[in-house]
C-alpha cells in the first residue's frame, strides 16, 4: 500500500527536511507533491533522485491526498488544516498552532505514539517543539523506571530553530566580525555571532518566554501532566543541532549507571558516555543524524534521588522533519490509515 502525501512549506529549511528524510526512509509513496505560497511556484525541490516543482497551495485539491506534512508557520496551519483535514487527509503539522489542543493528539512515536489514533476527531496530529521533542525521548525511559517529579533544563539552541533568515545573519555577522565589517542584526535583538542570547518567542507577563512556556505545557501533555518543569531557552551561534543541560529529580532512588544502561536500550536514543576529553556528543557532530544523543550522565548530589545530564540533538530532523514521518510512519503501520481509493 503506498500513500501520495503532500508537503506543504516545502522550500523551507524543515519543508526541504522532510523531502529527504521520506526519501531516506523509503516511506511507501505513491507520489510527493512540494506545496508553498504563490511566490515560490515553480521552484525546483530535491526529492531522493527526482526534482519536484512546488505548486500553489491555494488551489491545491487535497480529496486525494492521504498525508499532508504542514511547516509552513502557526497562521497557515490555522487557516489551512482543517480545510485540508476535512478533506480526508490527516495534517501532520510542525507549528504550535494545534499543539495544545485537547482534540489534537501531540505525538512523539517514541513517548506517546499510541495517542497518535486519536488523530479522527480533526484529521490533525500536532508536532512538538523541537527543544521539547528531544528532551521527552531522554526523559521517558526514565520516568517509566523511577517517576520523575522535577526537571530543570537549560537549552542551548541553534539558529536553525529560528529559519534560513537566522542562519544567514549568523553567516553574515561571522562574516562581519572577521572582515572588520559592520555587524548588523535583523531577525534577532542582539547579535548572535560570538554570543549567546537567552530569550527565544516572546516575553509572557511572568517573564518567562513563550518558547519555555511551550516545554512545560508540551512535556506535561505528551508524558504526564504530574511533572513539575522549568526552562531557560538560549539562542547559541551554531548553526544545526539543539543542546541541553537537564536536572532531574525523581520520586524513586536510580542511579546514574542505571540510567546509563536503561537510555541505551531506549528507542530513539544514543548514549555517548565516556568520562574522557571528546567523550561526549556535541552539536556538530549530532547533525545529520536521527538520534537523541545522551552524555555526561551523573548523579546530581543537590537533591535526593537527581540525576544530571546533556541531550543533543539536530532540531530539524527529530526536532521537527524526522518526527512528523515517524508520526506518518505510525499510523501507516498500525494500521490508523488506509490509502484512499484512487480512481482507475
Known amino acids: 500500500m503506498s500513500f501520495k502525501v503532500a508537503v506543504v512549506g516545502a522550500t523551507g529549511n524543515v519543508g526541504r527536511e522532510m523531502l529527504d528524510v521520506l526519501a531516506e526512509r523509503r516511506f511507501p509513496v505513491s507520489e510527493v507533491v512540494a506545496l508553498a505560497s504563490s511566490r515560490s511556484v515553480g521552484t525546483e525541490i530535491s526529492f531522493g533522485d527526482k526534482t519536484l516543482k512546488c505548486r500553489n497551495l491555494e488551489n491545491h485539491d487535497f480529496s486525494d491526498t492521504d498525508i499532508c506534512l ?58 512538538p517543539n523541537c527543544s521539547t521533542a528531544q528532551l521527552v525521548v531522554a526523559l521517558k525511559p526514565l520516568h517509566d523506571r523511577a517517576t520523575i517529579k522535577r526537571v530543570v533544563v537549560a537549552t542551548y539552541q541553534s539558529v536553525s530553530g529560528a529559519g534560513k533568515e537566522a542562519m544567514d545573519e549568523l553567516f ?15 531577525k534577532f535583538p542582539k547579535r548572535i555571532a ?28 505528551i508524558l504526564d501532566p504530574k511533572i513539575k518543569l522549568v526552562a531557560t531557552c538560549v539562542r547559541v551561534p551554531v548553526f544545526i543541532g539543539h543542546s541541553e ?20 536500550e531506549a528507542p530513539g536514543c544514543l548514549v555517548i558516555d565516556r568520562r574522557e576529553p571528546g567523550g561526549y556528543i556535541t552539536p556538530h557532530e549530532a547533525a545529520g543524524d536521527d538520534a ?14 537527581g540525576l544530571a545530564f546533556w541531550c543533543v540533538s539536530d532540531n530539524l530532523r527529530k526536532g521537527a522533519a524526522l518526527n512528523a514521518v515517524q508520526i506518518a510512519e505510525a499510523l501507516v503501520n498500525r494500521g490508523w490509515l488506509k490509502a484512499k481509493q484512487k480512481a482507475a
Open 172 to 186: 553574515a555577522q561571522t562574516r562581519a566580525v572577521f572582515t572588520s565589517d559592520p555587524v548588523t542584526t535583523k
Open 70 to 127: 504542514m511547516s509552513a508557520g502557526g497562521s497557515v496551519s490555522k487557516e489551512w488544516s482543517p480545510k485540508i483535514g476535512a478533506q480526508g487527509c490527516v495534517v501532520i503539522d510542525n507549528s504550535s498552532a494545534w499543539r495544545y489542543d485537547s482534540d489534537v493528539p501531540l505525538i512523539v512515536p517514541e513517548v506517546n505514539g499510541e495517542a497518535a489514533k486519536g488523530f479522527t476527531k480533526k484529521n490533525i496530529i500536532a508536532n
Open 194 to 221: 560570538f554570543n549567546v542570547i537567552p530569550h527565544i518567542d516572546v516575553f509572557m507577563e511572568d517573564g518567562f518566554t513563550k518558547e519555555e512556556w511551550k516545554m512545560v505545557a508540551e512535556t506535561k501533555k
Open 245 to 264: 543541560a537537564v536536572n532531574v529529580e525523581f520520586e524513586q532512588p536510580i542511579s546514574a549507571d542505571e540510567a546509563r544502561d536503561i537510555l541505551r
Open 292 to 305: 537523541t544523543y545522551i552524555s555526561r550522565i551523573r548523579d546530581d548530589p543537590t537533591v535526593e534521588n
